[in-house]
């Protein structure tokens, strides 16, 4: 590790293949991001990472790690931009933190109170979106549902399953499911997949659990979300890998 | 015709999905219960793959559409001339809702985005197939020819005519290429020299975006890889943009014959044309042309006796979805999925169709490059600008006396254009479609090269009767449409840009729809995805930049107005029990 950038005036050293954002979170910078997890490939959808490159705005996730760039990420601007993207989101689905399972677990909540996110920003759109309760230990709320694939991507080059996919465009985009009925309760989805596990918001869910873990002793609420930047390092993948033949998962 | 049938007249993989599913769609006009399951075996992909694929493209559906469905191009040339009383029109003679299939299945009427045909609209979409010069006549003989279930096929000739329009001809219009000449030069050529004459020429790719020809081609051709491809765009779906369908339909053979020359320049031996679903009706034709190429031994093995010069053409359609004009889009479209713009680097020259070295080029910039195989780069070169080598087509539509196809060298001024279309009265033009930019008559004066306005070719003409408002709300419609949904800010963006610009054209808007519009256009241009994303916001800022005072007289002088609709509330009531007299509304103190 020889070569660095420049992230707000100080160097981060980065290995060859690592992204702007792999590269700062292994040195223990935090750049906001979401839609990122450290044992996929990033793919640059939630663009909340948006950082300035050379004066020029870029997805630091997908952005390669190059020596002698000048990257800058923790300015008003770029954090203004970051926090109407989180509005967006907000605003997008239906999101109710009080009675949620996964608050003071869910990425997008810690993000919202981290970027001092105090108000609504958009009208919010109230999309009518199902509960699927059909299986037996695991539940979705697409309420919840911030379009990061992370499960798609994960069903697909993890548990080799395929067990969601997308579909829709624009703003009907929306999770599917891979059965005829279109139904979790119909597919071979268990609770022992890295899809059941990678959520970054409470959409999909173990059922019969309901705060175990008290508020208060939740991941982000000792510390916020942005000191935390080493526990979403890149690392290999904690499951084995028998990714599906027929596809490459998420877009 | 069966599943078998369909599955036969494609290989059996992935890739193919997005055909066979067309296909199905042609059969039945939607993709009846059951067929997803059937194809996701049969390719070996996922179900939920299948249904994302059929959710993503427009013109494909798992609900039935009826056995007729018409969809009115909604571009704002369609609606200057007058879509939107004809779809009434339509919708009240078949006691229809627009957007909804006929009680008795028989019918579904509905808008759908530009369909190439501004120069002769209204337009619409009878089962897949082009109408053109709508009018209350042949809206009223359409819904008897629906109302006595007349196949689509029997429908009178003169309703699918597609006229050229050709009204200036330069060295590309004029062109007489005769099937073979510009190969035979190629050969003459040899592969660097006809990358060298391409350079020499200076030609620049005529999608928008203005790359060099020649070093996207020896990028391509230098990219380690066993194996690599050309790609035609021929999804022309800015609206406003109809040039390539008349290229399409007059010089398919010099289309062709630059696929091949750059077959031959790059190495690949598979070239696809990628034409949108809108310019179905092309299919037949270009096949037919593609197979007399074939027997003249100008696609094939061994082309002219060459061996080793192997390049063969295969068509795909488009199934409705903007977005898959971008290169990467298209690519991933072809390659049978959802047409989600990939993470650039790599870019397609080097990681294209199926992850090999890829050259996607313009059907106007396939043409012009076998015009400078035929006659040298420097020729081509002694035309138009420093910058802007040749000449370039421009689809002019809207408020002037000729709309239709014109050939300028570039460099040619807006006025100049105007002058020539018989534009009178000109308040403003948009250049390079909704995507483009939108100026105003002081900068009339201005060039198009890529020096100054680049254009992919759009030229829509707004006179002084225009609300310039209006045709920014359209075309905020348009992106909110075809957005493809991948990244925050243009999935939500675009979709809030388009409730807020309702909001106003409903008389609610307040200064505060102007701050958001300011900032959600600046969220868009600094994270966005792609270009789609990118340009999303141009319609709203050059209408703030430009024609300020149509949106401002637009809004209500409160600081906020919330966007709930009282009145409209009861709509649904009003709908239920059929009455929409002055009772069944709330006071309105604005009417």
Redesign the interface.
Known sequence: MSDTFDLDGTPVPFEPGQTVLQAALTAGRYIPHLCYHPEFKP??????C?VKVGGR?A?SC?Y?AQAGLVIESETEEINA?RR??VQ??F??GNHFCPSCEKSGNCLLQALGYDLGVTTAG??H?FPDRPVDASHPDLWIDFNRCI?CELCVRAS?EVDGK????????????HL?????S?RLGDTDFSPDDKAAHVCPVGAILPKRVGFAVPIGARRFDPSPISAQALVDAPRPLTTSVKP?T??EGG? | MDLETVLGRHPRRPESLLQVLRDIHEVHNHIPPGMAEQVAEALNVPLARVRGVIGFYSFLSETPQGEYRLLFSDNITDRMLGNQDLMQALCGKLWLEQGKVSEDGLVSVDATSCTGMCDQGPALLANGRAITRLNHQRINEIAELVRNHVPVAEWPAEFFQVDDNIRLSGILLDCTHMAGQALEAALDRGKDGVISELNQSGLRGRGGAGFPTGRKWAACKDAQSDERYVVCNADEGEPGTFKDRVLLTRHADLLFEGMTVCGLAVGAKQGFLYLRGEYRYLLEPLEEILAKRRAAGLLGNCIRGHDGFDFDIAIHLGAGAYVCGEESALIESLEGKRGIPRNRPPFPVTHGYLQKPTVVNNVETFCAAALVTLRGGDWYKGLGTAQSAGTKLLSVSGDCARPGIYEYPFGVTVRQVLEDCGAAGTLAVQVGGPSGICIGSHEFDRKLAFEDLATAGAFMIFDDTRDMFEVAHNFTDFFAHESCGFCTPCRVGTSMLKSIMTKVAEGHGTRHELNEVECLDKVLQQSAHCGLGHTACNPTLDMLKRFRPAFERRLKSLDFEPAFDLDGALAPARAMTGRDDARAHLHNETS
């Open positions: 793919h640059g959808s939630c663009k909340v948006t705005t997805a997908t390669p931009l109407t993207l967006m989101l605003a997008e958009f009208r759109m379009l697909c395929c067990v969601f996919a997308l579909s829709g465009r624009g703003i009907t985009k599917v499911v891979n059965s005829e279109g599906c027929s596809c877009e």
